[in-house]
């Protein structure tokens, strides 16, 4: 079974920029989180979505949104971006709801803004 | 709320052993278990769930004292693949389908 895959790998930016990163989840799982992870800050929820909708939602700015398709991919968009924006962006599949089951992680996406 | 871990930092020889605790103090329903090793991505160990439920690896020992709102993950018999950064993630009734994380406690188990 593919596991999580993220793209790009890695991306560069500069401030006021717009970025979207993508998912895919592993077939089957509906449920995709996304999480920021900085050194400062460690791992931080930004929002979970279920079956195209959004059910929960980090304390991230509006900057930060996101969507789910049908086929559960799903994409992260941040636009206006800030140098406090630069981190490893991390996306994480499950069964069903995040909080009551084990998560798969991609490998991320390294964004750095300049 | 992010939960707290301890300790931040633990060194072992392989064989020996290690606690690592997650305490919140908000009333949890579910903590989570996840070892990252650098640059890699976490990979999930144990899920603790109110009601004493557990799902995870067979070789992974964990506790959750829902009184205490704790949980504590045990490494026993460390060996060096133990070695990696632990973060418990948890998830509070008063913020519903919110996977909190704390800030991680790393390990190096040294032959």
């Known amino acids: 079974k593919a596991g999580v895959t993220q793209t790009p790998r890695y991306l560069i930016k500069t401030r006021g920029q717009q970025v979207t990163l993508s998912c895919s989840p592993i077939?089957?799982?509906?449920?995709v989180s996304w999480y920021q992870q900085t050194p400062g800050q460690g791992l931080q929820f930004l929002f979970e979505y279920f079956s195209e909708t959004q059910r929960n939602k980090g304390n991230f700015p509006g900057r930060f949104s996101g969507r789910q398709f049908s086929n559960s991919r799903s994409e992260m968009n941040v636009s206006t971006l800030e140098l406090g924006d630069s981190a490893l962006y991390l996306c994480a599949s499950s069964l069903g709801a995040g909080t009551y089951n084990e998560q798969f992680f991609g490998p991320g996406t390294r964004l750095t803004v300049l | 709320q992010q939960p707290v871990q301890s300790p931040q930092a633990v060194i072992l020889r392989e064989g020996e052993d290690a606690v690592i605790n997650c305490s919140s103090s908000k009333a949890l329903y579910s903590v989570h278990w996840y070892r990252q090793k650098h640059g890699e991505a976490p990979v999930f160990l144990m899920i603790l769930l109110k009601g004493g439920e557990q799902k995870g690896h067979e070789k992974i020992s964990a506790s959750f004292n829902e009184k205490k709102q704790q949980s504590s993950l045990y490494l026993t018999a460390s060996q060096l693949s133990y070695s990696g950064t632990y973060f418990c993630?948890?998830?509070?009734?008063?913020?519903?389908?919110?996977?909190?994380f704390g800030a991680g406690t790393q390990v190096v188990v040294t032959p």
């Open positions: 993630g948890t998830a509070s009734t008063d913020s519903w389908g919110k996977l909190q």
């Open positions: 077939s089957g799982h509906r449920s």
